[in-house]
């Protein structure tokens, strides 16, 4: 063991006995004694005017149970005290050697002098929608974050810097909470929460976020992909391989969860946010482990205004490109009763460009001879402006129409795609395409 140590420990275990010794040690347990001299006078028994007089000192007493007090030597008791004191500065002494100067610095001093300057933190990695304070150049800055990530901040440590970087930045909780500030009033309210991607990882865990209407008690958080896995086919089932099976047709609710419900009239509400310290496992379920989680913040993010119609929060475009694309990248592929939409890797406009928040929100139907056989909704997130296409999507995303389709000839069904506005709506979009295009589903 390091000697250094030995005399740290040393040092608090004799203070911490002293300490103990000269403030409990010597209690009255029923004798009467002078709270002076501590003289025990328990045969001397009170004058005619109820007072007690010390034959040692002469001092006075009044009331019986002064004379049943504790004694207290805070000589001895400062001695100790200082003893305890001198142990934690040698192992701040022996930590700042050893490890550096900056390992020194108390957590508790440390969370609220970490620089919050811009100048000190480089944003330069950070994608065009992404917030500033990102990666800190700062050494007081980056020492904090590392006793973060390693999990050696107290809860109440971890929610002050969480705080003050927040209260600085707040596009980190706007990554992690995605509303809109108008929406239509006869539409249920839904906001999007997310995964902190680029907040501080905190003791080797994920920070999952949920929101609410202020004043109402039930929170709401969407799922991540761990649980939308849960809606695709399991992959025996899936006649589309295991990669990217089909995601099933309720998948909105689990990623837009709904905070409000619609309205007759106009209304405003503030939206509350909390950020929860989640530990995730094989099999979990997000809400039970949300609600016995470890919040890290919570606070009021904005306000949304509910009035008006989907027109009035959305504006509309048509564009024969954008038709032609749509109709060439996007597929519906059959296998058995098995029918789902899919598209593939397309193009996306840049950072920067004129409509970096229009999306393609669509509705494909599953058409015979007129009728619906069944219907998906999906989004293409950022598409470019003259294509409609988007290069980040993954290698295959698919969507499931129907698995009980039971028409023999493949050749007499069609699908038709057209724009779905609430998809754009609840994605945060306010540019929308509009149009119909209809494709033929092919055998897999």
């Given at each position: 063991?390091?000697?250094?140590?030995?005399?740290?420990?040393g040092l608090v275990a004799i203070g911490t006995v002293l300490l103990a010794w000269s403030l409990f040690s010597d209690r009255a347990k029923g004798r009467k004694r002078c709270r002076k001299c501590w003289y025990a006078f328990d045969e001397i028994n009170a004058n005619g005017d109820g007072v007690t007089t010390c034959p040692e000192c002469g001092?006075?007493?009044?009331?019986?149970?002064?004379?049943?007090?504790?004694?207290?030597?805070?000589?001895?008791?400062?001695?100790?005290?200082?003893?305890?004191?001198?142990?934690?500065?040698s192992h701040i002494v022996h930590i700042g050697m050893t490890q550096g100067w900056l390992r020194a610095i108390p957590s508790s001093?440390?969370?609220?002098?970490?620089?919050?300057?811009?100048?000190?933190?480089?944003?330069?990695?950070?994608?065009?929608?992404?917030?500033r304070m990102y990666s800190p150049v700062s050494p007081l800055a980056n020492e904090i974050l590392n006793r973060l990530d390693a999990g050696?901040?107290?809860?109440?440590?971890?929610?002050?810097?969480?705080?003050r970087l927040i209260d600085t930045e707040p596009a980190l909780i706007n990554s992690c909470i995605v509303m809109r500030e108008k929406w239509p009033v006869d539409m249920p309210l839904r906001v999007e929460t997310r995964f902190g991607d680029y907040l501080p990882s905190i003791?080797?865990?994920?920070?999952?976020?949920?929101?609410?209407?202020?004043?109402?008690?039930?929170?709401?958080?969407?799922?991540?992909e761990i649980s939308i896995a849960e809606l695709r086919f399991q992959h025996e089932k899936n006649p589309f391989g295991t990669h990217q099976p089909p995601l099933a047709t309720d998948w909105q609710d689990r990623l837009y969860p709904i905070i409000a419900p619609s309205g007759s009239a106009p209304f405003t509400v503030e939206v509350e946010a909390q950020l929860v310290l989640v530990d995730i496992d094989s099999d979990w379920n997000l809400e039970a482990l949300l609600d016995k989680s470890p919040v890290v913040w919570q606070g009021t993010i904005g306000t949304i205004t509910v009035s008006g119609a989907i027109d009035d929060c959305i504006t509309f475009f048509e564009s024969e490109e954008v038709d032609r694309n749509l109709a060439d990248h996007v597929r519906c592929v059959r296998s058995g009763s098995y029918i789902c939409i899919e598209y593939g890797p397309l193009y996306r406009q840049m950072p920067g460009s004129e409509h970096e928040s229009w999306g393609l929100g669509l509705q494909a139907e599953l058409m015979h001879n007129g009728t619906v056989l069944g219907r998906a909704q999906f989004i293409i997130d950022n598409p470019n402006k003259d294509t409609g296409m988007n290069i980040f999507s993954p290698p295959?995303?698919?969507?499931?129409?129907?698995?009980?389709?039971?028409?023999?000839?493949?050749g007499e069904l069609s699908v038709r795609i057209t724009a779905d506005p609430e998809m754009c709506l609840i994605d945060g979009h306010t540019i929308c395409w509009n149009g119909t295009v209809t494709i033929p589903v092919q055998e897999k």
């Open positions: 063991m390091d000697p250094w140590l030995i005399l740290v420990w001092k006075e007493h009044t009331k019986p149970k002064s004379m049943l007090r504790t004694r207290r030597r805070w000589r001895w008791a400062c001695a100790g005290l200082l003893m305890v004191m001198l142990s934690y500065a001093v440390l969370v609220f002098i970490a620089p919050m300057d811009e100048k000190q933190w480089d944003s330069t990695d950070v994608i065009w929608e992404g917030p050696t901040l107290t809860h109440w440590q971890t929610r002050a810097f969480m705080r003791d080797g865990k994920m920070v999952a976020s949920r929101a609410r209407v202020k004043g109402t008690s039930a929170w709401h958080a969407s799922q991540d295959t995303h698919r969507y499931l129409l129907t698995e009980t389709c039971d028409v023999q000839h493949t």
